[in-house]
């Protein structure tokens, strides 16, 4: 399955593989991201936040918040050295 993905910042196309992973196509660029990356992708378009979705995965893994907000702000990072991360509690966190 195929979406854009577009209140995170730039546009770009997520593809959901049959493996469960993730396929980000972002100005001739791929990368390839996990299932819970590709979850909390999601999450974030649907315009949830960093702490509502740290408090949902640490649930479901069995991991802490702390740890699993931490993950989140590592993969921002790298996701906005592809994209213009441009949504305002994002750029908050990435620059505040």
Known sequence: M???IRN???????????????IIAINGNILRVNPITLE???RLES????D?????LSSSYNVTPEEVHQDIMDFL??????????RPD???LLYG
Do not use: A, C, H
């Open 2 to 4: 195929k979406e854009k």
């Open 8 to 22: 995170i910042g730039t546009e770009f196309i997520l593809r959901t593989e049959d493996d469960g992973d993730g």
């Open 40 to 42: 909390i992708i999601k």
């Open 47 to 50: 315009n949830q936040s960093i």
């Open 52 to 56: 509502e979705i740290s408090l949902i």
């Open 77 to 86: 990072y790298e996701l906005n050295s592809y994209v213009n991360i441009t």
């Open 90 to 92: 994002l750029v908050d």
